[in-house]
């Protein structure tokens, strides 16, 4: 297990400040598959949150020994129901891979439409007919004179 230095202990809980519990410890306890879900855990994220409900500080406290002796991980911090644990990332995993975007199609040459006449606008004082252009009305006849 590696000791962690003070400095390196007061940046790993600074990062582990926004992070969410990954992994939750309940009635059953500390079982296989959670420490095969926190060891998932640690390989992939390296720096994890643990929530563990209804222990006892001194029982959270012994917990958190047993998960770093089983994962070989080190305590960051107690605080509250949340256990913060740290271990260094594998160097064999394998990076992660950028999915390609899909080869553009190519080219096909679509026939353009002929543009759609406008409709006339109306405007204030003018009154459309039935197939027949826009008129003036009256009012505005008498006042154009």
Do not use: F
């Amino acid at each position: 297990m590696t000791e962690l230095t003070p400095v390196r202990r007061r940046a790993l809980r600074a990062q582990a400040h926004h992070l969410h519990p990954v992994v939750s410890i309940a009635g059953n306890g500390l079982s296989a598959s959670v420490v095969a879900e926190i060891e998932r855990n640690l390989n992939a994220h390296g720096l994890i949150k643990v929530r563990v409900y209804g222990e006892e500080r001194s029982e959270r406290a012994i917990l958190m020994e047993r998960i770093c002796a089983q994962t070989t991980s080190v305590p960051v911090q107690h605080i509250g129901n949340i256990l913060v644990l740290w271990r260094e990332k594998p160097e064999d995993a394998p990076p992660k891979t950028v999915a390609q975007k899909p080869a553009p199609r190519a080219a096909q040459a679509t026939p353009k439409r002929p543009a759609a006449p406008r409709a006339r606008q109306s405007r204030p004082g003018n009154r459309s007919t039935s197939g027949g252009p826009a008129r003036r009305s009256a009012g505005n006849l008498a006042r154009r004179g």
